[in-house]
């Protein structure tokens, strides 16, 4: 990318600067063009007026060289042009040519004090004819016919090409120079950031961070979303090895207890029926255990990216929360259940899947009633506020200390280990509904006496846009046909 930018900005660069150097050359051309015209006509109006001076028509005798007839000083200073880069011809009346300063194929052109410019042998020159009048006589004396050398511009335009080829030589140069700069200038922050992720390791993930530019663009907004990637890529990395550490711990005691029972059946207890059947279904109880903590384990796993599997499901809070309330007095009739919603009879949308909106209830509902004692009491209560819809589960049972209200929704922790074991429980359901609460972007919270009883509350933003929620609706009937 750094030579992309690089040549990128060289050719602009070098696009740029040979467009003003050519505009440069043009005028410059131009500028001397018409300093050099300027100059040579006034030499013509020179050597005009200085043949005007004589007094009889031009002979040709009277221009050889060292000649003794005519004016000496106008012959002295035509024989000096000869050196010059202006060629002069004089013809007589007759239109014969009878002095020119050097050869030079031209044709008698039009009558003109002022110069014109004419190509001759392919290169473009200045050219003038008048008649010379007389000052004494006012007798025309002959036509006096003025050019510029050829050479002079093509000498001229030879020099300004080489000054042209130079200037471009040392513009390609500092464009050159100037691109490599700001291209290491401009991705420079984005070779600090490749040099930052070459350095980003599995043991130094959580502490290597980009630094943000000082300057206030892109640069920073693309180290702010890297930085949020690295913060994401840590916590799947972590939540990764605390899920093998769990499962690796938690699986550890019901293989080494199923282990037992077959080495044991394997020496000698398969030939006593008692102990074969013992065996067997201790076996079984304990992987039925398993594979429930497998599942919930997986539950956990998934329940941290369901914002992007299930970005496009809602659910409509009171009939989901009543159709699992109603399940709940069916499975437990030795309970009572109450429900309060503020307005049942309304619909209110948030945007979770529905099955784990279900699975929410259901851990918290279960909770309750395995951890009720002698009151078997459960209230289920629904509220809203203008942008948050609120669903508390309470009980009346064992309650929990200040220290467990911090840890309880950890993995595998449980407020009494040896009861809850005893209860069925892997102490993974309130990880599981934390992980799918906060994954929908939502909270839970807890309150609780100890031996007085707890309250799990549990708050969803409202998805209150009534279009956002046909659309979704329409993209969930397409989905279950």
């Known amino acids: 990318m750094k030579w992309k930018w690089g040549i990128l900005l060289l050719v602009s660069f070098f696009i740029v600067s040979l467009a003003g150097v050519t505009f440069y050359h043009k005028q410059t051309m131009y500028s001397r063009y018409n300093h050099l015209k300027e100059i040579s006509q006034q030499r013509f109006n020179i050597i005009e007026n200085m043949l005007s001076g004589l007094s009889e028509p031009f002979q040709k005798e009277d221009f050889v060289t060292n000649t003794v007839t005519g004016d000496k000083i106008i012959v002295d200073y035509l024989t000096y042009l000869e050196n010059e880069d202006i060629v002069v011809r004089l013809f007589n009346n007759d239109s014969q040519l009878i002095f020119e300063t050097r050869k030079l194929t031209a044709s008698k052109s039009d009558l003109s ?117 690295l913060d994401k890529i840590d916590l799947y990395v972590r939540n990764q090895k605390q899920f093998v550490e769990d499962v690796s711990h938690e699986l550890r005691t019901p293989v080494a207890i199923v282990e037992g029972h077959l080495k044991m059946l394997n020496r000698w207890g398969k030939e006593d029926p008692e102990i074969l059947e013992e065996s067997i279904s201790a076996s079984l109880q304990e992987i039925t255990r398993m594979k429930g903590l497998v599942q919930e384990m997986l539950d956990l796993s998934r329940a941290d990216h369901v914002d992007i599997d299930y970005k496009d499901e809602i659910t409509e809070v009171n009939s989901t929360t009543r159709q699992v309330f109603n399940n709940f007095v069916i499975l437990y009739p030795d309970f009572q259940f109450y429900l309060d919603s503020e307005k049942d009879d309304k619909e209110l949308y948030v945007r979770i899947f529905r099955n784990h909106f279900e699975q929410i209830l259901i851990i918290l509902l279960d909770n309750a009633v395995k951890y009720s004692r002698e009151r078997q009491e459960i209230h289920v209560s629904v509220s809203q506020t203008l942008t948050k819809v609120e669903i508390a589960v309470q009980d009346f049972g064992e309650g929990m200390t200040d220290e467990d209200k911090e840890r309880v929704f950890g993995r595998f922790y449980r407020v009494d280990k040896a009861r809850s074991r005893n209860k069925g429980g892997n102490g993974l359901g309130l990880s599981i509904a934390k992980q799918l609460v906060e994954g929908y972007k939502g909270d839970v919270r807890v309150e609780s006496v100890l031996n007085h009883g707890s309250i799990f509350y549990v708050e969803f933003p409202i998805l209150s846009d009534t279009r956002q929620v046909y659309k979704l609706k329409q993209i969930a009937q397409k989905k279950n046909l």
């Open 113 to 229: 004090k002022n110069l014109t410019t004419v190509v001759i042998d392919g290169t473009e020159t200045f050219i003038g004819n008048t008649n010379v009048v007389s000052r004494e006589t006012n007798q025309t004396l002959g036509t006096f016919q003025f050019l510029v050398s050829p050479e002079v511009i093509e000498k001229m335009e030879a020099t300004q090409q080489k000054h042209l080829l130079t200037v471009l030589l040392i513009l390609t140069i500092l464009a050159t120079v100037i691109s490599i700069f700001i291209s290491n200038r401009f991705l420079r922050p984005l070779t600090y950031l490749n040099n930052s992720l070459d350095l980003v390791e599995e043991e130094n993930l959580s502490e290597l961070r980009v630094r943000k530019p000082s300057s206030n663009d892109e640069w920073s907004d693309l180290s702010i979303h890297v930085n949020r990637l």
